[in-house]
């Protein structure tokens, strides 16, 4: 059974830096590209970065460009986020994603496998 699990959420005060990690289980995703997304209150879920299999080409939402940095340990099956210079618009439930394709993708229904997703919260 595949099983996307992310940790590193929590509460922040602005400026302030969190890292979220995303452990994929069940099977191997080496060769897959993952994603992650987030959802604020009342909005719909957008994909703040996604990277391939090979940890070269990666896309970056224009809000989080030059603040998030995604990267992957293929070895480990673990996708990260650092998210640096955080704001209180940043403040949303972030899940992570992996696509059974090939390319970047940054619509929610071109991924296949969620986590559960884990609370950020940027206070001013």
């Known amino acids: 059974q595949v099983q996307l699990v992310e940790s590193g959420g929590g509460l922040v005060q602005a400026g302030g830096s969190l890292r979220l990690s995303c452990a994929a289980s069940?099977?191997?995703?080496?060769?897959?590209?993952m994603g992650w997304f987030r959802q604020g209150p009342g909005k719909e879920r957008e994909c703040v970065a996604a990277?391939?299999?090979?940890?070269?080409?990666?896309y970056y939402a224009d809000s989080v460009k030059d603040r998030f940095t995604i990267s992957r340990d293929n070895a480990k099956n673990t996708v990260y986020l650092q998210m640096n210079s955080l704001k209180p618009e940043d403040t949303a439930v972030y899940y992570c994603a992996v696509r059974e394709g090939v390319g970047l993708a940054s619509q929610a229904r071109q991924y296949d496998y969620w986590g559960q997703g884990t609370q950020v919260t940027v206070s001013s």
């Open positions: 990277v391939n299999w090979s940890d070269i080409s990666t």
């Open positions: 069940g099977r191997t995703f080496s060769t897959y590209p």
